[in-house]
């Protein structure tokens, strides 16, 4: 038997992780949408069902500002939503590919699929300054996407190992490019911090 057209467990390993890169590359897509429709927001929460059936799927909870006032609010009930208030520029609203970017359906539905290509990789809790109480409930504790303005770099600019420990971020900053807070890196650390 000839076994060389025969692929290998590690054709399959590749493909997810080009799988979850893709996922992670997606990200700054709905910050930057979100940044559009709430310029003054600081992170989409989401939260996890909880439900029999359905205990991980992820729904949205509110867009919350930089001081943790509430922007905008789902109001507990999934599916349905009333469309996000603004306006998504032409050339951000493109990227979506024909789907609405101010519904928030489409954006959950994004969200959804980078959770599920890449679970506990890209989304982070919330940062305690933002939670309310009773919210800091453990693997229940809310999950936050920073909204932010992507800058127009193409990689994360990353220092070393060394270099982020003498490096000191303010409480809630955030790498501009990764969108991951600096408490909530996995593998690198950013270079470029912004609480805007």
Same mark, same amino acid.
């Given at each position: 038997?000839? &076994?060389?057209?025969?692929?290998?467990? +590690?054709?399959?390993?590749?493909?997810?992780?080009?799988?979850?890169?893709? &996922? /992670?590359? #997606?990200?700054?897509?709905?910050?930057?949408?979100?940044? &559009?429709?709430?310029?003054? *927001?600081?992170?989409?929460?989401?939260?996890? +069902?909880? +439900?029999? *059936?359905?205990?991980?799927? #992820?729904?949205?909870? +509110?867009?919350?500002?930089?001081? /943790?006032? $509430?922007?905008?609010?789902? /109001?507990?009930?999934?599916?349905?939503?009333?469309?996000?208030? /603004?306006?998504?520029?032409?050339?951000?609203?493109?990227?979506?590919? *024909?789907?609405?970017?101010?519904?928030? %359906?489409?954006?959950?539905?994004?969200?959804?699929?980078? %959770?599920?290509?890449?679970?506990?990789?890209?989304?982070?809790?919330?940062?305690?300054?933002? #939670?309310? &109480?009773g919210e800091d409930d453990g693997e229940r504790t809310p999950l936050g996407v920073p909204v932010a303005l992507v800058l127009e770099q193409p990689v994360c600019p990353v220092c070393g190992d060394e270099g982020c420990? *003498?490096?000191?971020?303010?409480?809630?900053?955030? =790498?501009? #490019? =990764?969108?991951?807070?600096?408490?909530?890196?996995?593998?690198?650390? =950013?270079? $470029?911090?912004?609480?805007?």
């Amino acid at each position: 038997m000839n &076994a060389k057209h025969l692929p290998t467990p +590690s054709t399959l390993e590749d493909a997810e992780a080009k799988m979850r890169a893709a &996922a /992670g590359a #997606l990200l700054p897509l709905v910050s930057a949408t979100m940044h &559009a429709l709430f310029p003054t *927001g600081a992170f989409l929460v989401l939260t996890r +069902s909880g +439900s029999f *059936g359905d205990y991980d799927e #992820l729904r949205l909870d +509110s867009v919350r500002g930089s001081t /943790g006032e $509430t922007l905008w609010e789902s /109001g507990g009930m999934p599916g349905g939503y009333e469309p996000f208030p /603004g306006v998504v520029p032409a050339e951000l609203a493109e990227l979506w590919e *024909g789907q609405d970017p101010t519904d928030p %359906d489409t954006v959950l539905d994004l969200v959804r699929r980078i %959770d599920h290509a890449a679970p506990d990789e890209y989304l982070a809790f919330l940062p305690a300054e933002f #939670l309310r &109480a009773g919210e800091d409930d453990g693997e229940r504790t809310p999950l936050g996407v920073p909204v932010a303005l992507v800058l127009e770099q193409p990689v994360c600019p990353v220092c070393g190992d060394e270099g982020c420990q *003498g490096r000191t971020a303010p409480p809630g900053a955030y =790498c501009a #490019l =990764c969108h991951f807070t600096h408490d909530y890196h996995r593998y690198v650390e =950013c270079a $470029t911090f912004t609480t805007s």
